[in-house]
């Protein structure tokens, strides 16, 4: 079964950076797309970022586009969120999800990890 799991997560000033990680497991990693999302409180759940899996192209949402980076390393089963200029509206608990491309930008991913606060303070 695939497991997820999320770290990196915690509090951060604005203008800061924070690096997330989700390592994979029960898969082939290589072989799924990944994805960062993320819910603040009152918010339903919103995409941030996605890695294709087989071209490796990357795609943001407008609210992140040229702050954040996904990244993954295939030989750890790990991907990346390189949070950098982070904003107090970026606090929110992130989550990271395999699945579809099409399915995440209507925040749905076959697998889900548990999620890791990130606050930022201003």
């Known amino acids: 079964q695939v497991q997820l799991v999320e770290s990196g997560g915690g509090l951060v000033q604005a203008g800061g950076s924070l690096r997330l990680s989700c390592a994979a497991s029960g898969g082939t990693f290589s072989m799924y797309t990944m994805g960062w999302f993320r819910q603040a409180p009152g918010k339903e759940r919103e995409f941030v970022a996605a890695?294709?899996?087989?071209?490796?192209?990357?795609y943001y949402a407008d609210s992140v586009k040229g702050r954040f980076t996904i990244s993954r390393d295939n030989t750890k089963n790990t991907v990346y969120l390189q949070m950098n200029s982070v904003k107090p509206e970026d606090t929110a608990v992130y989550y990271c999800?395999?699945?579809?491309?099409?399915?995440?930008?209507?925040?749905?991913?076959?697998?889900w990890g548990q999620g890791t606060q990130v606050t930022v303070s201003s």
């Open positions: 999800g395999q699945g579809y491309y099409g399915d995440f930008l209507r925040s749905r991913a076959d697998y």
């Open positions: 890695i294709i899996r087989s071209s490796g192209n990357t």
